[in-house]
């Protein structure tokens, strides 16, 4: 088949698109979710919950691991920050708060923010590829002039044979950012400094 002229153009426009596909770049739409349980601490209490992303960049790696390369991993912060609005609200509502977006001089604030989030490319074995994702987020309460800030990290090394695609990698993603998220909502001490 490949000795017949229209077999050897089919694989090497096969292999075109194969490089092709490993170089192009990949936008990602993540949708993370916080999964644990918080402890309660509220009353019903109205509390302003804020969600930013402080990344200096949309940019969070490379596939291939080459600052030059194409095959660049773009997050948004205006895809993402949304969704991490959503995540803190509800994780505050669980806890027993009502959250608000309106602020006031009076009202306890909890703020969600990215810190960082990062992909790159591992020295993984022989015949082996490897990604090392991580994801810092930081909370922060305040409540009549107390704050408390806590910083929580989420790592995850990956290894694969084939690099991993669009899909793969959002999915990877978004589990690296709920585990985040579910160390920031367990931390009792969110709670106890909203409810003083």
Do not use: W
């Not at 596909?21 to 302003?48: F, I, K, N």
């Not at 994702?133 to 989420?154: D, F, I, P, Q, R």
């Amino acid at each position: 088949m490949l000795g017949h002229p229209l077999g050897r153009a089919a694989a090497a426009l096969l292999a075109t698109l194969v490089l092709a596909g490993c170089a192009s770049p990949h936008y990602l739409q993540l949708d993370p979710r916080r999964t644990a349980e918080v402890p309660q601490a509220g009353s019903g209490q109205a509390v302003t919950v804020e969600a930013a992303d402080a990344r200096d960049e949309e940019v969070i790696g490379t596939r291939s691991g080459s600052a030059m390369s194409t095959s660049v991993i773009t997050v948004t912060p205006r895809e993402l920050t949304p969704r991490l609005q959503r995540e803190a609200e509800r994780a505050v509502r669980d806890m027993g708060f009502s959250p608000t977006t309106e602020s006031a001089s009076d009202r306890p604030t909890l703020t969600l923010t990215l810190q960082r989030l990062g992909y790159e490319r591992g020295d993984g074995q022989p015949l082996l590829g490897e990604a090392r994702l991580e994801a810092v987020l930081e909370a922060k309460a305040v409540n009549g002039g107390t704050t408390y800030t806590g910083t929580y990290t989420s790592r995850r090394t990956q290894s694969f044979a084939l690099r991993p695609n669009r899909e793969e990698n959002a999915d990877m993603l978004n589990e690296l950012i709920s585990d985040a998220l579910d160390r920031a909502f367990r931390d009792p001490e969110l709670g106890q400094l909203l409810a003083r």
